[in-house]
């Protein structure tokens, strides 16, 4: 079959296509013919430098999510699994491929009006972003801080915040991410990349009652800053390349609640789900931004890391 190898650390041209073997189902689990293959810009930490959630024992195929139709199980699994259209997470190695391999009990099936190209898309992202929600526990009329908008997560977030009757305040880099937050719902829209963008914020809506802190680092604290008292910080990512310095002595003299999401497997499941069931009721829409085929993972990673992406970015494996 055609994968893209992980041979070595470093930059995205240490993706390399080539044939692999195949792969075959054994006892729980279950053989997965992918359409799509999920980017996450914790895979391309990860070929940087081998740090992340995953093992990195090398050599290996890259990628932590899939989504196609179960065409194999093993000898213990239900057989009426085969035929179903599937999205699956697979530990962190094999999705970069025509098939892959996965524990069946982690198989979730995609409801039929969704396209597999948008379950894919939600898989991770839609997941991350209903867990966030939850865990803020948003209230109608509460103005909320949506950093890096215009991603995968930040796009989902920008949606589910204004269906919960948030006042949304989207952050984005560049006037097109600007654009597209706008598009999507925001009530006010900020290009951090400018100077004095928190001051815009307060024009707008004063301060704010929750920050969803996806990006990290001077932006996440700015935002930190932007919160009244009792507010809430929901600090999940990192796209500067650190996590936001917030002490909780700091936090507590504000009275600021800092939450960092540690959702059980069994959690996990039910939001990639929810996620699902959301958009197949036209409720949410993923925004996939670029494809790249299976053979250019590698231009899928640069893409990634330039920060030009919008929405999701997914490989098209067939």
Known sequence: MRAVWLKGFGGPEVLVAGDAPDPVAGPGQAL???????????????????????PAKLPMILGNGVGGVVTAVGAD???????????????????YAE????????????????????AVALMADGCTAVML???AGLRGGERVLVEAAAGGVGTLLVQLARAAGARVVAAAGGRRKVELARELGAEATVDYREPGWDKRVREAVGGV???????????????FDLLDRGGQMVVFGLASGAWTDIPDETA???????????????????????AL??????????????????????????????????????????
């Open 32 to 54: 997965i013919e992918v359409a799509f293959a999920n980017i996450t810009f914790v895979d391309t930490q990860f070929r940087a430098n081998g740090a992340g959630p995953y």
């Open 77 to 95: 699994v239900d057989k009426a699994l085969v035929g179903r259209r599937v999205v699956s997470a697979t530990g962190g190695s094999g999705g």
């Open 99 to 118: 098939r892959a391999v996965v524990d069946a009990g982690g198989l979730v099936e995609v409801p039929d009006s969704l396209g597999l190209d948008s």
């Open 133 to 135: 929600i939850r865990m």
């Open 209 to 223: 009652d929750v920050v969803f802190d996806g990006v990290g680092g001077t932006i996440g604290r700015s935002a």
């Open 252 to 274: 507590a003299d504000r009275a600021v609640t800092l939450i960092r999401p540690r959702p059980t497997p069994e959690e996990l499941r039910e939001f990639v789900e929810t």
């Open 277 to 318: 069931a959301e958009a197949a009721a036209g409720r949410l829409r993923p925004v996939i931004g670029q494809r790249f085929p299976l053979e250019r993972a590698a231009d899928a990673h640069t893409a990634v890391q330039s920060r030009a992406t919008i929405g999701k970015t997914l490989l098209e494996v067939r």
